[in-house]
C-alpha cells in the first residue's frame, strides 16, 4: 500500500534464523523443541565460572552454506564478541555474538512481487550468535513472570539487509524467500510459531531522493503477516509525525497484532551501548579454502537454478514457484522426470492428482504412497496412449490404495484404452444410429448435444475408448 503525502518507505530486516543443529553453539546441551523449561541449560549456558565455551563445527558450516548459496565472501578469519547488555533470560550478562569480523560478508537475494519486475535485495552480513532464554510472563493467580533458559545458547544466524526494500509486499516476499532457501539447504527449519525464525524490522520513511531520516526498530516479528502489517502501520506512523511538524525518535517498538498498531519498548541502542570486546574464551574461527570447498561440494542445486531449468521445459511460472518453493517436491519432480515422464503432464499430476490426495490425507510427500517412479508410470501411460486422463484417475486411486504399479492395475482390471480404429468406428456409428432425435438436433444448430453421443461411446466401452478419436469419427459421421 502506497504512503500519503508522497513519501516512500526505508525497510532494511534483520533475520533471527535458529541453526537445526542437535547441540548448542557452545556448549553440549540439547537444542530439541518442546522439554520442561529449564531442563536444557547446562553450566556453560549459565555462564558458571570456570565454564569455557567449544565452538559447534555444525554451526560455523551452516553458516558457510549460506555465505556460499547468497554470493557472499566468506571470511578466512572471523571472532566472536561479547555483546554486554542486562536482561533477565540472558544469565551471562552478555551474549556471545560477532561485531567486526562476521563468519559472512555480503551477497544478496533476488526477490520478485507479483505483477512487478524482479529486485535484487543486497545483504550486509550474516553472523553466528547465541540465542537468549525466554520471559514468560503474567503466568498463575498473582501474574508471576518466569523465564526459561532452555533456548540460552542455542545456534542463530542473524542475516541482515541492506535497506534496499520498499514495500511491505517486498519485505514479505524477501522473508519468503529467505526461509525458502534456509529449508532448502537443511539449515533452518523457519518454523516461525516455535520462534525457529523471527525478524525485526528497521523503517524510516523519507520522500523520494532525500537521505533517509530517523529508523525506528520492530522486535521479534514472528509471522510473515505481522512483518508486513507492522511495516505498514509503522510508516504510515512516522508519516503522520513528520505531517505534523513533529521529528522521529531513533527507538525499539513492538507490534501488537491485537490492536494493529506498533508500541515503545525502549530507546534504540546503538553499537557502542553493547561495548562490544573480543571474547576472551574463544579463538578466531580460520575457515580455510578447503573447508569451503568441502561445504560447497555438499550443496544441492539451487532454486533459482532449479528454476530456469524448468522454465526452459516449458512450466509455468505457477509451477516453477510451487516446485522450487520446497527441496523435497523439486526432487521428486526430477525423479518422475528421470523415471521417462513428460515434464508438464508430470509436473500436473504431481501438483494436481497427487498433492490433492496427500492434503486430504493430511501426510507429507515424503510419506507419499506413491513414488516418484509409479507416478511417472502412470504418466507414460497416458502419454503411450495406453490410458485416457479418465481412466488414470482411477488407476491413481488404486495406486493410493495399494501401492501398486499403474501398468499391473490396468493390466489386471482390463483398463487398456482402445485405439482400435475399427472398434471405435462400429462404437460411434452405433452410437449416431441410436439416437436419431440428437443427431436431428445437432445438425439444426444443437452442437452442446455432441457430449450425448460421446458419452454413449464411453458408457458402451467402459470409459475406456481414445477420447482424442472418439471426438474426431463422431464429428466425421455428423458433419
Not at 545483504?123 to 510472563?137: P, Y
Not at 530517523?214 to 513528520?242: D, F, G, P, W
Not at 509451477?319 to 513428460?342: K, V
Request: charged share 25%; with cysteine.
Amino acid at each position: 500500500m502506497a504512503l500519503p503525502h508522497g513519501y516512500e518507505m526505508v525497510i532494511g530486516l534483520e533475520v533471527h534464523a535458529q541453526v537445526t543443529t542437535k547441540s548448542k553453539l557452545f556448549s553440549g546441551s540439547s537444542t530439541a523443541f518442546g522439554a520442561e523449561p529449564n531442563t536444557q541449560a547446562n553450566e556453560i549456558d549459565l555462564g558458571m565460572p570456570g565454564m569455557l565455551p567449544v565452538l559447534n563445527a555444525g554451526a560455523v558450516e551452516a553458516g558457510i552454506k549460506l555465505g556460499l548459496a547468497i554470493g557472499a565472501a566468506i571470511n578466512p578469519a572471523s571472532v566472536f564478541a561479547r555483546k554486554n547488555y542486562y536482561y533477565p533470560d540472558l544469565p551471562k550478562g552478555y551474549q556471545i555474538s560477532q561485531y567486526d569480523e562476521p563468519i559472512v560478508k555480503g551477497g544478496q537475494l533476488e526477490i520478485q512481487v507479483e505483477g512487478q519486475p524482479a529486485r535484487t535485495i543486497a545483504i550486509t552480513r550474516m553472523h553466528l550468535e547465541e540465542d537468549a532464554g525466554k520471559s514468560i510472563h503474567d503466568l498463575g493467580p498473582v501474574n508471576v513472570s518466569y523465564v526459561d533458559l532452555n533456548r540460552a545458547g542455542v545456534p542463530l544466524m542473524e542475516i541482515v539487509s541492506e535497506p534496499d526494500l520498499r514495500t511491505p509486499e517486498e519485505a514479505g516476499a524477501y522473508m519468503k524467500k529467505l526461509r525458502t532457501l534456509l529449508r532448502w539447504l537443511g539449515i533452518c527449519d523457519g518454523d516461525m510459531e516455535k520462534g525457529n525464525l523471527r525478524c525485526d524490522a528497521n523503517i524510516s520513511v523519507r520522500k523520494p531522493g532525500e537521505p533517509f531520516r530517523t529508523r525506528c526498530e520492530i522486535k521479534n516479528l514472528n509471522s510473515i503477516r505481522h512483518i508486513m502489517h507492522a511495516i505498514q502501520h509503522e510508516a504510515e506512523r512516522q508519516v503522520e509525525i513528520y505531517e505534523k511538524g513533529g521529528t522521529v525518535s531513533q527507538e525499539t517498538r513492538l507490534w501488537d497484532p491485537d490492536n494493529e498498531e506498533t508500541r515503545t519498548l525502549r530507546s534504540k541502542e546503538d553499537a557502542h551501548d553493547y561495548r562490544y570486546f573480543p571474547d576472551p574464551d574463544l579463538l578466531p574461527v580460520r575457515i580455510e579454502p578447503a573447508r569451503i570447498a568441502r561445504v560447497q561440494a555438499t550443496m544441492p542445486t539451487l532454486p533459482d537454478v532449479l528454476a530456469q531449468e524448468f522454465a526452459a521445459l516449458g512450466l509455468s511460472h505457477e509451477d516453477i514457484t510451487l516446485l522450487t518453493s520446497d527441496i523435497t517436491y523439486a526432487a521428486y519432480f526430477n525423479q518422475m522426470r528421470a523415471a521417462g515422464a513428460e515434464s508438464k503432464l508430470a509436473a500436473n499430476w504431481m501438483m494436481g492428482e497427487l498433492f490433492g490426495a496427500l492434503n486430504k490425507r493430511e501426510i507429507s510427500l515424503e510419506q507419499s504412497p506413491v513414488s516418484a517412479a509409479q507416478l511417472a508410470g502412470l504418466v507414460k501411460l497416458i502419454t503411450e496412449g495406453t490410458i485416457s486422463g479418465k481412466i488414470a484417475k482411477q488407476v491413481f486411486a488404486e495406486m493410493l490404495e495399494k501401492g501398486s504399479e499403474a501398468a499391473a492395475i490396468v493390466a489386471a482390471l482390463g483398463l487398456t484404452q482402445i485405439s482400435d480404429e475399427g472398434a471405435l468406428r462400429a462404437a460411434c456409428e452405433k452410437a449416431v444410429a441410436a439416437n436419431p432425435d440428437a443427431v436431428a438436433k445437432f445438425k439444426g444448430g444443437n452442437e452442446r448435444i455432441f457430449g450425448s453421443f460421446v458419452g454413449y461411446v464411453m458408457k458402451e466401452t467402459k470409459g475406456q475408448a481414445n477420447p482424442e478419436r472418439v471426438n474426431a469419427i463422431l464429428k466425421e459421421l455428423l458433419a
